[in-house]
């Protein structure tokens, strides 16, 4: 049997938030259709990542890749997903867990924000005379933080005039401090393109800022575009063919 995927997302009290994270992932099993493909969320919907777990366990299976829904290494990745990836396995008996590494950075992504910007109106032909700003949901990790800078210039390089990396909490330039500035440097378009992956408050607040700032496009979120859902499986499958896996836990013997 091959090993089952479990996408891990956020989470959000917004009921948009957990839709779209299913719309994904059903384009996953669409791509793939032999593929066992189970979503799970770290707060505030369900199934957790312990429920999920469990229920693939006691389906039969036994190999899980654990994929997290984030674009970034931030505390998520790095605290949150292990954590509860370690209490379930510590209770499964013999459940093998693959970690597949975060989204970004990926040309996928760019290319899908380029399906948002064109759905929003954009051209080719607009790319020389609109500067972007690359609002993500924000951070205070470093590592995070540099990954969406370096997200940015590569972006930059494909021929749009100016892209420029804003948050939407933990750290700066606001978004509507980003579109200020652009416009203040001279430029006459400026498009917002959400770097995140599903609706909730933190995309809700960029597209806010876009509008107070009076950019002129605002593109929709990452969503469910297609270019995501053969990202995952990319991850998934460099996760299934890597020997480093959390290791299974058996129950303490007692004396």
Sequence with gaps: MSPALLVIAHGSRDPRHSATVHALTGGVRALRPGLRVETAFLDFNTPSVGQALSSLY????????????LLTRAFHA??????????????????????????GP???LLTALERR??????????RATTAVVLASAGSSDPEAIAAIAETAREWRRTGWCAVRPAFASAALPRTEDAVRALRAEG??????????IAPGRLPDRIAAGAGAAGADVVADVLGAAPELAR?????????????????????????
């Design 58 to 69: 006691l389906s039969g299976v036994r190999e899980v890749v654990a994929l997290p829904l």
């Design 187 to 196: 430029f006459e378009r400026v498009a917002v393109a959400p770097y995140v």
């Design 231 to 255: 990202l995952l499986l990319r991850r998934f499958d460099a996760a299934a063919s890597a020997p480093a896996r959390l290791p299974a836990r058996l129950p303490a013997l007692t004396a």
């Design 117 to 126: 910007l064109t759905e929003a109106g954009l051209t080719p032909a607009d």
């Design 106 to 108: 990926s040309p996928l």
């Design 78 to 103: 790095k605290s949150d997903v292990p954590a509860a990836l370690a209490e379930s396995t510590s209770r499964l008996p013999g459940l093998s867990v693959r970690v597949a590494d975060v989204l």
